[in-house]
T-cell receptor
């Protein structure tokens, strides 16, 4: 597509529930990133995919968080047993860069605002 | 390890005045540096980037930034503020980890007064 699409734009869930957040990157972009942005903070890195594989998942806060990208395009971020501290905006970004230096910059989606009540 | 510090969480200028948003970085290797802008309820948009070519980088919407290695700075400027420039601005450095991961500053909210 023309831009990075994230769905849903807003998600309210109860503590302890499971949620899935979807990211549809720009067509042909092999690099895909998930970031989390808490109120009043800059985005924090969660995970990086190059193609289908998670090349760097060092930012995932704990084992309740998991992400997949089975066909190298759409990605899903999955959060189990949600906690109130998971409330944030989850941003997805994609890039055509294959080398991993970061020099290209990203195109970000508009984000999913997750609220855990 | 790389890090970014944005001086001033809020900056207020009058329409037509100079915009100066400050960013200092820490990096053990020559960095790639970025400025992103975020309008309310939108994702981040790339304003400009420094990738070791010219030290003065021009971006979109009349913004520019100068890489100063001696000062480890990458401040963002615009000669004349418009009302439409009101947004949150983030400075970021590439983590040089072979993954393209970016480390962001905490952001500066720019207010433009009529």
């Amino acid at each position: 597509g023309a831009g990075v699409s994230q769905t849903p734009s807003n998600k309210v869930t109860e503590k302890g529930k499971y949620v899935e957040l979807r990211c549809d990157p720009i067509s042909g972009h092999t690099a895909l990133y998930w970031y989390r942005q808490s109120l009043g903070q800059g985005p924090e890195f969660l995970i990086y995919f190059q193609g289908t594989g998670a090349a760097d998942d060092s930012g995932l806060p704990n084992d309740r968080f998991f992400a997949v990208r089975p066909e190298g395009s759409v990605s899903t971020l999955k959060i189990q047993r949600t906690e109130r501290g998971d409330s944030a905006v989850y941003l997805c970004a994609s890039s055509s860069e294959r080398t991993g230096t970061g020099g290209y910059g990203y195109t970000f989606g508009s984000g999913t605002r997750l609220t855990v009540v | 390890a790389q890090s970014v510090t944005q001086l001033g969480s809020h900056v207020s200028v009058s329409e037509g005045a100079l915009v100066l948003l400050r960013c200092n970085y820490s990096s053990s290797v020559p960095p790639y540096l970025f400025w992103y802008v975020q309008y309310p309820n939108q994702g981040l948009q790339l304003l400009l980037k420094y990738t070791s070519a010219a030290t003065l980088v021009k971006g979109i919407n009349g913004f520019e930034a100068e890489f100063k290695k001696s000062e480890t700075s990458f401040h963002l400027t615009k000669p004349s503020a418009h009302m439409s420039d009101a947004a949150e601005y983030f400075c970021a450095v590439s983590a040089y980890s072979n993954t393209g991961k970016l480390i962001f500053g905490q952001g500066t909210t720019l207010q433009v007064k009529p």
